[in-house]
């Protein structure tokens, strides 16, 4: 009988699923990393919220026993180390929907508590102050809401705006102008939407082009008095910049659900004048917490007793068969996706993909999807190999799948091209000794890479003296190569070089080698 450990504090309905379905649970809270990495290897699932931290270790211990399986009762799985989890072969499954409209529901609740500075006079009515004049709200009828991020939860509260009668803005690269249309938004740059904006509401997943999505140069963009409302994760906003913001008065007001640092007992923004926290609260109302979790356990038991596949992050929906062919592919088409969409910065239109030679002749869709999955994933976090074609589409990207069964270069080929707004980029790979992926060409240059957790991508001048300062740069920081690849279109044209590194560049490193002359791009990938 499968076994799994609930190690979050679940709605007690998922047990109750477990076991009707006839797997075993254990119910145990609070477990230290080491306590996890003691058991994981008795179980063969493990089921989570977002306070235990999957981590390597974890992961790697699960695996070396029976562990199949991590499940994400929620939607961010910032707290599992999906890569990991791939590397172990264990398949990391999420509920993208299930706490979706509850997590909306608290954005526009902070959003009255600002407007209205509930907590405030809440305070000051029960210390019998009775400060009527003090706390003069203001309307949100009529307002201007930005919205940045428009997927799942962004939308529901451009629709619940609607009904208070406001005016959204969305700021979304992936929004097409169909879905901004459908609902009711007007679809803005980023800064038209802080020009714009009186209050403005994040849902966007944390990612490298998130990250500080609002800082202290965004802010004075904003509207004096701006109203600021963080549900999604701590890290889009910076908090010191957001403190002084508050000090000045430039930002009238912030409500924030999330912090850099969680659980935040701690934080310097606390006591600051207009500030409304609440402690990662977005998903939690029973009837979502009932959601996700009776989600999670039906399919973690689905996966376990059938191998069906549900919501997977890092897995297609494959019968045996196809797994024991596409099984190699699989991680190919997914860092060629990966490659790709972590190098895209504006709106994607369309994703072609084209098969040559043997895998020509394989079950290619699952392949696609991982492609899309890769590709998806630095911009959604909920993307996963069931839902990727839909969201797509949602997003109006073009997907083409072109098989050529002919002989080509390499006995087999996955070649990945991207369009977007601004250019098309491709990039194909092939595997080495039947298994071992390898990419074999970038943007038309020939290269022979291997991919590796931490990669450094330059695009250069073929000029000398790239690879030694480079070289020195990474010295001078500690850090170790691991491997070096170079490419190039013809001598003294543009080059790439692609560098495999022990840990990630750290980001005084990485401007000195974007400084160099001869560097036109550097970018730090993860796989
Ligand atoms: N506070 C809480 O308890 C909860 C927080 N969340 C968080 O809320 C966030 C949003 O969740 P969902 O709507 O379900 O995700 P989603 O994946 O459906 O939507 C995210 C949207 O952000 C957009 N986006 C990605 N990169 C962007 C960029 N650089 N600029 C602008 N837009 C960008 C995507 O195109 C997508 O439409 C996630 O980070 C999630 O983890 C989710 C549930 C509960
Ligand atoms: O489970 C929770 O309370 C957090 C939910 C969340 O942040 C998510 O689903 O991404």
Same mark, same amino acid.
């Given at each position: 009988?499968? $076994?799994?450990?609930?190690?979050?504090?679940?709605?007690?309905?998922?047990?109750?699923?477990?076991?009707?379905?006839?797997?075993?649970?254990?119910?145990?809270?609070?477990?230290?990393?080491?306590?996890?990495?003691?058991?994981?290897?008795?179980?063969?699932?493990?089921?989570?919220?977002?306070? !235990? $931290?999957?981590?390597? /270790?974890?992961?790697?211990?699960?695996?070396?026993?029976?562990?199949?399986?991590?499940?994400?009762?929620?939607? *961010?799985?910032?707290?599992?180390?999906?890569? &990991?989890?791939?590397?172990?072969?264990?398949?990391?499954?999420?509920?993208?929907?299930?706490?979706?409209? @509850?997590?909306?529901?608290?954005?526009?609740?902070?959003?009255?508590?600002?407007?209205?500075?509930?907590? /405030? &006079?809440?305070?000051?009515?029960?210390? *019998?102050?009775?400060?009527?004049?003090?706390?003069?709200?203001?309307?949100?009828?009529?307002? %201007?809401? *930005?919205?940045?991020?428009?997927?799942?939860?962004?939308?529901?509260?451009?629709?619940?705006?609607?009904?208070?009668?406001?005016?959204?803005?969305?700021?979304?690269?992936?929004?097409?102008?169909?879905?901004? +249309?459908?609902?009711?938004?007007? $679809?803005?740059?980023?800064?038209?939407?802080?020009?714009?904006?009186?209050?403005?509401?994040?849902?966007?997943?944390?990612?490298?082009?998130? #990250?500080?999505?609002?800082?202290?140069?965004?802010?004075?963009?904003?509207?004096?008095?701006?109203?600021?409302?963080?549900?999604?994760?701590?890290?889009?906003?910076?908090?010191?910049?957001?403190?002084?913001?508050?000090?000045?008065?430039?930002?009238?007001? &912030?409500?924030?659900?999330?912090?850099?640092?969680?659980?935040?007992?701690?934080?310097?923004?606390?006591?600051?004048?207009?500030?409304?926290?609440?402690?990662?609260?977005?998903?939690?109302?029973?009837?979502?917490? =009932?959601?996700?979790?009776?989600?999670?356990?039906?399919?973690?038991?689905?996966?376990?007793?059938?191998?069906?596949?549900?919501? /997977?992050?890092?897995?297609?929906?494959?019968?045996?068969?196809? /797994?024991?062919?596409?099984?190699?592919?699989?991680?190919?088409?997914?860092?060629?996706?990966?490659?790709?969409? +972590?190098? !895209?910065? %504006?709106?994607?239109?369309?994703?072609?993909?084209?098969?040559?030679?043997?895998?020509?002749?394989?079950?290619?869709?699952?392949? @696609?999807?991982?492609?899309?999955?890769?590709?998806?994933?630095?911009?959604?976090?909920?993307?996963?190999?069931?839902?990727?074609?839909?969201?797509?589409?949602?997003?109006?990207?073009?997907?083409?799948?072109?098989?050529?069964?002919?002989?080509?270069?390499?006995?087999?080929?996955?070649?990945? @091209?991207?369009?977007?707004?601004?250019?098309? #980029?491709?990039?194909?790979?092939?595997?080495?000794? *039947?298994?071992?992926?390898?990419?074999?060409?970038? $943007?038309?240059?020939?290269?022979?890479? +291997?991919?590796?957790?931490?990669?450094?991508?330059? !695009?250069?001048?073929?000029?000398?003296?790239?690879?030694?300062?480079?070289?020195?740069?990474?010295?001078?920081?500690?850090?170790?190569?691991? @491997?070096?690849?170079?490419? #190039?279109?013809?001598?003294?044209?543009?080059?790439?070089?692609?560098? =495999?590194?022990?840990?990630?560049?750290?980001?005084?490193?990485?401007?000195?080698?974007?400084?160099?002359?001869?560097?036109?791009?550097?970018?730090?990938?993860?796989?």
């Amino acid at each position: 009988m499968p $076994k799994v450990l609930i190690a979050d504090k679940l709605s007690p309905r998922a047990a109750k699923l477990f076991e009707e379905r006839g797997v075993e649970v254990d119910v145990v809270h609070g477990l230290s990393e080491e306590d996890l990495v003691a058991r994981m290897g008795d179980y063969d699932g493990l089921a989570v919220r977002s306070a !235990t $931290k999957a981590t390597a /270790a974890v992961l790697e211990a699960g695996a070396r026993g029976r562990l199949r399986v991590v499940g994400r009762a929620g939607i *961010g799985v910032d707290n599992i180390d999906v890569p &990991a989890a791939t590397a172990h072969g264990v398949v990391v499954m999420n509920t993208p929907y299930g706490n979706a409209v @509850t997590t909306a529901e608290h954005a526009i609740a902070m959003m009255f508590a600002l407007a209205r500075q509930l907590p /405030a &006079a809440d305070r000051s009515t029960q210390a *019998g102050k009775w400060e009527k004049s003090k706390f003069m709200g203001v309307e949100l009828s009529g307002k %201007t809401l *930005g919205v940045i991020g428009c997927g799942n939860i962004g939308s529901i509260v451009c629709d619940r705006a609607h009904g208070l009668r406001m005016k959204v803005v969305a700021y979304d690269p992936f929004l097409s102008p169909d879905r901004a +249309q459908d609902l009711g938004v007007e $679809k803005v740059e980023l800064e038209e939407l802080l020009r714009r904006a009186d209050i403005i509401t994040l849902h966007v997943p944390l990612t490298d082009q998130t #990250r500080g999505i609002l800082d202290a140069e965004a802010m004075a963009k904003c509207r004096k008095g701006v109203l600021i409302v963080n549900c999604a994760r701590g890290g889009l906003v910076v908090e010191t910049d957001l403190k002084a913001a508050l000090e000045s008065g430039q930002v009238g007001g &912030a409500a924030l659900d999330v912090f850099e640092v969680e659980p935040a007992k701690e934080n310097a923004l606390f006591g600051t004048p207009n500030l409304i926290c609440t402690p990662h609260l977005g998903a939690s109302t029973a009837e979502a917490q =009932e959601n996700v979790a009776l989600q999670v356990a039906e399919q973690m038991s689905d996966y376990l007793l059938t191998g069906a596949v549900t919501n /997977a992050l890092n897995m297609p929906s494959l019968t045996a068969e196809d /797994a024991k062919h596409l099984g190699p592919y699989m991680a190919l088409a997914d860092q060629l996706g990966s490659f790709a969409g +972590q190098l !895209t910065r %504006t709106g994607l239109k369309a994703i072609r993909i084209e098969y040559e030679g043997h895998v020509a002749g394989l079950n290619t869709r699952p392949l @696609t999807q991982a492609v899309l999955v890769g590709v998806l994933r630095p911009m959604l976090d909920s993307v996963n190999m069931v839902n990727a074609p839909v969201l797509a589409r949602q997003r109006d990207i073009a997907v083409a799948e072109t098989k050529y069964e002919r002989d080509c270069d390499y006995q087999t080929l996955i070649r990945v @091209t991207l369009e977007t707004e601004k250019q098309v #980029r491709s990039v194909a790979g092939t595997l080495f000794g *039947g298994s071992k992926p390898r990419l074999v060409e970038i $943007k038309d240059i020939q290269v022979e890479a +291997q991919l590796g957790q931490h990669m450094l991508y330059l !695009t250069n001048h073929d000029t000398p003296g790239v690879i030694g300062s480079v070289g020195r740069i990474l010295a001078e920081a500690g850090m170790n190569i691991a @491997t070096f690849h170079l490419g #190039r279109a013809e001598a003294g044209g543009d080059a790439i070089c692609l560098i =495999e590194l022990d840990a990630e560049i750290p980001p005084a490193a990485l401007a000195e080698v974007r400084a160099l002359p001869q560097v036109l791009r550097a970018e730090p990938l993860r796989f």
